[in-house]
């Protein structure tokens, strides 16, 4: 649901954005609070050192290529998990039916 575009509450209905993960690699964390005014920052990994942060999907070119330029930023990769298929088939009852002779 946090990807649809419209949900129906009461009378109306709103419009949610299409929102895009950014991971960004850092060399230090001491600069990971003004990733803020890029987006929401959802994680920060201490142990790793890369932060998980949403923007609109509409900004997110935009937004990475300005990480990117940043002094302390290693590397900035997307996510991929609105393009991943989340609707998975099971291999295994398959296999199991073809065993069982059914």
Request: charged share 30%; proline share 4%; net charge positive.
């Amino acid at each position: 649901m946090w990807l649809s575009d419209e949900v129906k509450k009461g009378d109306g209905v709103f419009m949610f954005p299409m929102r895009q993960g950014i991971i960004v690699w850092l060399y230090s964390l001491k600069h990971s609070k003004q990733l803020r005014k890029y987006g929401n920052v959802h994680y920060v990994s201490k142990r790793l050192k890369y932060a998980v942060l949403y923007c609109n999907m509409d900004e997110a070119e935009e937004t990475m290529r300005k990480l990117a330029s940043l002094p302390f930023v290693k590397r900035v990769e997307p996510s991929y998990r609105p393009y991943v298929k989340v609707e998975f088939e099971s291999k295994a009852d398959k296999e199991r039916e073809y065993e069982y002779g059914i």
